[in-house]
């Protein structure tokens, strides 16, 4: 393993993949709505079968993984991504190369037919989201996908139904935060990966209130005036346009 690994890699550029809103007409998604709401979508703490038992608790947290070294595109496109099985194997190919539990793996890398994993996580086809938009904004992925580094099998950390979407869209200064002991000129994007390794390097108890309940995956907004005083400045430097954030076509075009 090289030390690479460890290390944030913050120096990648941001590519701000801005979407070009369509100010088309949402039809076709309204008749399509109904349908397309399946139960297993809102199925929120419930670890979903895998074909290899894959823990974020020992690879992201124990062993202090960043994110982006499996998630590759989170940062620049608006999907985060999946490993390819030779991102596992840049490590498994030396260490725990017996593992039953790695045989799958194993054999997805010698026959070159991909792992199959089950998707947590999925938004219908009628709603449009973009990660690298929220990861520029510096928002946390606990925020909205629960404490992935506790996670032994993943499960879902939020419904995702839109009135859960909305009530950041409508009020984003009670989320946006910036870590005043982080140096001013590091991107929002990096204060995303910054407080995973302030987790690893102080430890749960010597963050804030508000990085616990974030790390916590509750995090569901701040009502503190001081709080909302320095999100408003943030949002308004970060060019969020507060005025359209909740309009339709946003989301639905
Ligand atoms: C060593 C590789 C690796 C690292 C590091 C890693 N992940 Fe993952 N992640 C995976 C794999 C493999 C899956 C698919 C299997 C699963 O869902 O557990 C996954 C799935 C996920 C999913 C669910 C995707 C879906 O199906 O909807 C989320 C959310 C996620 N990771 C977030 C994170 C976050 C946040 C971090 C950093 C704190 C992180 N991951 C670090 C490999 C990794
Ligand atoms: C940076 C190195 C690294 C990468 C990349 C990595 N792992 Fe691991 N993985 C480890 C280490 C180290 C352990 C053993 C941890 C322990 O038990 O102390 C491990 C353990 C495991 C185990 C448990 C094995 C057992 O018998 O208990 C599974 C399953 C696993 N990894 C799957 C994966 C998958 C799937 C990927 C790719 C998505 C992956 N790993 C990527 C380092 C890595
Ligand atoms: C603002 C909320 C939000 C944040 C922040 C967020 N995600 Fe997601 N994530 C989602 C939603 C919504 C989906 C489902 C998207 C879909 O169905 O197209 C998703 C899906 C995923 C998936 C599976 C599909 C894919 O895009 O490849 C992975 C992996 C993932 N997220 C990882 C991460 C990681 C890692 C971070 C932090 C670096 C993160 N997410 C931050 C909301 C978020
Ligand atoms: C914690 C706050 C938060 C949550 C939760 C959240 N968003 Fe966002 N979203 C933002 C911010 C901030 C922006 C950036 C707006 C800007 O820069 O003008 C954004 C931008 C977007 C954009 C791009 C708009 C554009 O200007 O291109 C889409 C699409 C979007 N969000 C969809 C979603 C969906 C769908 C969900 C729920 C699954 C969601 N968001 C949840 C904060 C959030
Ligand atoms: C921030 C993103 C976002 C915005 C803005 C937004 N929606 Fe949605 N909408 C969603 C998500 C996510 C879902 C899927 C919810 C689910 O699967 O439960 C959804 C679902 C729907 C549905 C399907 C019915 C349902 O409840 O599942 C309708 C109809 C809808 N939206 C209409 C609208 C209208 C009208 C507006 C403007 C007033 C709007 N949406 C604005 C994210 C958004």
């Not at 037919?113 to 089950?118: C, E, G």
């Not at 996670?151 to 989320?175: D, V």
């Not at 209130?209 to 005083?229: P, V």
């Amino acid at each position: 393993m090289s030390a690479q690994v460890f290390k944030p890699s913050a120096n990648s550029i941001a590519q701000v993949a801005m979407l070009s809103i369509a100010i088309g007409v949402p039809t076709v998604w309204l008749s399509i709505a109904g349908l397309s709401r399946s139960p297993a979508n809102t199925k929120v703490d419930v670890p979903l079968n895998q074909p290899v038992p894959f823990s974020h608790q020992h690879h992201a947290w124990e062993l202090g993984i960043d994110c982006r070294y499996c998630h590759t595109s989170v940062e620049k496109s608006s999907y985060a991504g999946l490993p390819s099985t030779e991102t596992c194997m840049s490590c498994h190919s030396q260490i725990w190369t017996n593992s039953p539990l790695l045989e799958p793996v194993r054999r997805s890398y010698e026959t070159g037919t991909p792992i199959k994993w089950n998707l947590v996580n999925k938004v219908p086809q009628f709603v449009h989201f973009n990660h690298s938009i929220h990861i520029n904004r510096g928002i946390n992925c606990d925020v909205c996908h629960g404490a992935v580094q506790y996670m032994q099998i993943t499960f879902k950390g939020n419904s995702f139904q839109m009135a859960w979407c909305l009530q950041c869209h409508r009020a984003p200064e009670r989320y946006v935060y910036k870590d005043e002991t982080a140096p001013a000129t590091e991107a929002p994007r990096n204060q995303v990966f910054n407080l995973y390794w302030k987790f690893q390097e102080k430890g749960m108890s010597n963050l804030s209130d508000r990085e616990k309940e974030i790390l916590h995956g509750d995090y569901g907004g701040s009502d503190d005036a001081q709080d909302k005083t320095k999100g408003k400045e943030l949002v308004s430097k970060y060019g969020i346009h507060v005025a359209q954030l909740a309009d339709c076509s946003v989301c639905h075009y």
